[in-house]
């Protein structure tokens, strides 16, 4: 009598969350430090950025989804050699769950600079948990947990204009049209007395905007990474299409500080792509969402510094050696070579 093979589903969720081995583990120990948790304390909160990646050691972690409306729901508890973290981790993102320990729970904290060496250095306990990150992060668009959740009209522009920005860049997030939901309905008599307000955005510190823009949306959900004005940057990649996303790839596997800035979303035109047939390793081709998506994630990996939504006005290259790049609101970040 043989063993049935793993469903689908089985077989995803293994890869989802996989366990660690002791020797995997001990491996793991000198990219970050061990910490220990009460009953109850969290470890991480949504919409709070994080330590990095956490290494159960004992106990348990209970992992729960949350949006800015307060609703909780039971995702997973993790226990001794599994690991917590997603994509957002490897830069350094705000979570977008909760993590609480249950009982008492020691775990070894790793840095998202630990995450992104362990990543390199460690390939075989690296590939695992790319893998898994990438699922995690699937899972929780599938599901819109953790991330804003935009309230209005489902088919009005402005929401269109919001849900097209979180999608184009793959981040969670939930619509809730004031017709069908009494939580939207609710929260448009209270905070949207005018058309004009909508749609609302609840970002998951529990925070209202009024019909943002895609930077004020970036910001309440922790989105926009801050490039230092102070820092000169070895390269600058003006857009976040694929070859710009390619030379972010080549120049931070290299050891280079690299910084990629784009006004819209990661993938450019190509992102937009239903299904693109032509792209070199894809013989049976790829959705340019999925292709820029891995991009983006495989740039993060090597420490590639991504601004999303930025708009670059202007090029100074008066100052011999170092270039320097002016944004829509004014600042001015510096590198040595802009792309």
């Not at 490897?90 to 909760?98: E, F, I, S, Y």
């Not at 009494?182 to 307000?197: F, G, H, M, Q, T």
């Not at 081709?285 to 999303?308: E, P, T």
């Amino acid at each position: 009598m043989t063993n049935a093979k793993p469903s689908m589903l089985e077989s995803r969720r293994y890869q989802m969350f996989p366990e660690l081995e002791p020797e995997e583990i001990a491996r793991l120990h000198h990219f970050g430090e061990v910490r220990r948790y009460c009953d109850g304390e969290h470890l991480f909160e949504a919409g709070k950025t994080g330590a990095g990646m956490f290494v159960v050691l004992s106990g348990i972690v209970a992992v729960t989804r949350r949006d800015g409306l307060g609703h909780a729901v039971p995702v997973v508890e993790q226990g001794p050699g599994h690991f917590l973290a997603e994509v957002g981790q490897l830069t350094g993102r705000p979570a977008l769950v909760d993590g609480t320990a249950v009982g008492e729970v020691e775990a070894l904290v790793i840095p998202p600079e630990g995450l992104r060496a362990v990543l390199v250095a460690e390939a075989d306990v690296g590939e695992r948990i790319m893998r898994a990150l990438i699922l995690r992060r699937v899972n929780l668009i599938e599901t819109g947990a953790g991330g804003p959740v935009l309230v209005g009209p489902a088919s009005a522009p402005d929401m269109v204009r919001l849900q097209g920005f979180l999608v184009r860049n793959g981040y969670p997030h939930q619509v809730l049209d004031p017709v069908v939901d009494e939580d939207a309905a609710a929260l448009i008599v209270r905070y949207a007395p005018s058309p004009e307000d909508l749609p609302l955005a609840v970002c998951p510190d529990g925070s209202v905007l009024r019909n943002p823009t895609v930077e004020e949306l970036a910001h309440c959900i922790g989105m926009f990474t801050e490039a230092l004005e102070s820092t000169v940057y070895d390269v600058a990649v003006v857009g976040a299409g694929p070859a710009g996303l390619a030379t972010a790839v080549y120049a931070a596997s290299e050891g280079l500080s690299v910084l990629v800035l784009d006004e819209r979303a990661i993938g450019g035109q190509a992102g937009a792509s239903a299904r693109i047939e032509n792209y070199f390793g894809f013989p049976t081709g790829i959705s340019g969402q999925a292709l820029a998506g891995r991009a983006f994630v495989q740039a993060q990996k090597f420490g590639a510094q991504i601004m999303i939504p930025a708009t670059v006005t202007r090029l100074d290259c008066k100052n011999p050696g170092t270039l320097a790049i002016e944004l829509a609101d004014n600042r001015r970040l510096q590198a040595s070579t802009v792309v």
